[in-house]
Nanobody, 124 residues
Framework: QVQLRESGGGSVQAGGSLRLSCAAS????????MGWFRQAPGKEREFVSS????????YYAESVKGRFTISRDSAKNTNYLQMNSLKPEDTAVYYC?????????????????WGQGTQVTVSS
C-alpha cells in the first residue's frame, strides 16, 4: 500500500485561498489515480477532484469546478489541490486518496489508500 499525508488545511474567510498537499510514500508506482474527497459534519464523504498518473486527465465535482485546481508532481510523489474563492460550504475535512486504476476514476470504491485528513474551515 501507499502512505498518504495531507497538509495545508486551515481557516480562511470566504473568498480566500488554500493549497492542500498530499505526499505519497511506499509503493507509489502501483498507484495511478490520485484524488481528493471531503466530508462535512453530518454528511457523507463526497468526491472533490481526481487526476491521472500522467496528470493530463482531471475531474472535478460540479460544486468546485472553476474554483479548485488539482495537479501533481510525480517526481516528488506529491499532488496538490489549489482552492480559490472558498465558500463556507467548502468547510470539511479533506482527504487525499490513491487508486490503482489506470486512467482516471471518481468512485470512492476504487480508492484503497487514504490519508488522515486535513481540516478546512471557511468563515463567512
Amino acid at each position: 500500500q501507499v502512505q498518504l499525508r495531507e497538509s495545508g488545511g486551515g481557516s480562511v474567510q470566504a473568498g480566500g485561498s488554500l493549497r492542500l498537499s498530499c505526499a505519497a510514500s511506499g509503493r507509489t508506482f502501483s498507484y495511478y489515480t490520485m484524488g481528493w474527497f471531503r466530508q462535512a459534519p453530518g454528511k457523507e464523504r463526497e468526491f472533490v477532484s481526481s487526476i491521472s498518473w500522467s496528470g493530463d486527465i482531471t475531474y472535478y465535482a460540479e460544486s468546485v469546478k472553476g474554483r479548485f485546481t488539482i495537479s501533481r508532481d510525480s517526481a516528488k510523489n506529491t499532488n496538490y489541490l489549489q482552492m480559490n474563492s472558498l465558500k463556507p460550504e467548502d468547510t470539511a475535512v479533506y482527504y487525499c486518496a490513491a487508486a490503482r486504476v489506470v486512467g482516471i476514476t471518481t468512485s470512492p470504491a476504487d480508492f484503497d489508500s487514504w490519508g488522515q485528513g486535513t481540516q478546512v474551515t471557511v468563515s463567512s
